[in-house]
């Protein structure tokens, strides 16, 4: 079981960039979760999929951010355009289907833009 | 708004003692609660989880659930200097349905001095 994978570990943009993050679940799970975790605000939910279909994006601050799931294995998360203010670790999580099932986690990207 | 509240801390126990961590909730159609540890700069990893009202153990570590009052609790025995991290809690949305959306509580910072 290789875990949920993240990348880049980190990423390091200028004001304005387009920011795209990705991340591979573990094989067999259904849902995917996008969070986002910052000192002051702590976890906080962007986005979540199941079987691939967007169910939940209340979370996603503005139009600046979007994110896909083309496939059960992977799904990215886009910037576009990326602001100092998205500074911040995103987690990308997978779990299997059901209420009640626990979250894993992958490593986070640490995302700065100056 | 659904929230998840814990005190911040920092929570200071000595070597041994047991640490008390808690959590209320405001969404009384959750089902499922969470706990995880996240050591500083790392992703967040579950440790328990529980479903029924009562005590759940599991090695050093007992969950307590009182849905009647909307709080979970962590207690963690002969707590070692290795438990210090921030521990989170989470509870599934359930107002509306039950789904597996985990709403993340914003952590205990635990300091276990040896």
């Known amino acids: 079981d290789a875990g949920v994978i993240q990348s880049p570990r980190h990423e390091v943009t200028e004001m304005g960039q387009e920011v795209t993050l990705r991340c591979k679940p573990i094989?067999?799970?259904?849902?995917l979760f996008w969070y986002r975790q910052t000192m002051m605000r702590g976890l906080e939910l962007l986005i979540y999929?199941?079987?691939?279909?967007?169910i939940d994006d209340s979370g996603m601050p503005e139009d600046r951010f979007s994110a896909k799931m083309p496939n059960a294995s992977f799904s990215t998360l886009k910037i576009q355009p990326s602001e100092p203010r998205d500074s911040a670790v995103y987690f990308c999580?997978?779990?299997?289907w059901g209420v009640g099932s626990p979250l894993h986690f992958g490593n986070g990207t640490r995302l700065t833009v100056t | 708004q659904k929230e998840v509240e814990q005190n911040s801390g920092p929570l200071s126990v000595p070597e041994g003692a047991i640490a008390s961590l808690n959590c209320t909730y405001s969404?009384?159609?959750?089902?499922?609660f969470f706990w995880y540890r996240q050591y500083s700069g790392k992703s967040p990893e579950l440790i328990m989880f529980?479903?029924?009202?009562g005590d759940k153990e599991d090695g050093r570590f007992t969950a307590q659930l009182n849905k009647a009052s909307q709080y979970v609790s962590l207690l963690i025995r002969d707590s070692q200097p290795s438990d210090s991290a921030t521990y989170l809690c989470?509870?599934?949305?359930?107002?509306?349905?039950?789904?597996?959306?985990?709403?993340f509580g914003t952590g205990t910072l635990l300091a276990v001095q040896p």
């Open positions: 529980i479903y029924s009202n």
């Open positions: 999580a997978s779990s299997p």
């Open positions: 989470a509870v599934n949305e359930g107002y509306g349905g039950a789904t597996n959306k985990l709403i």
């Open positions: 969404d009384r159609g959750s089902q499922s």
């Open positions: 999929f199941n079987n691939n279909v967007p």
């Open positions: 094989s067999g799970h259904n849902s």
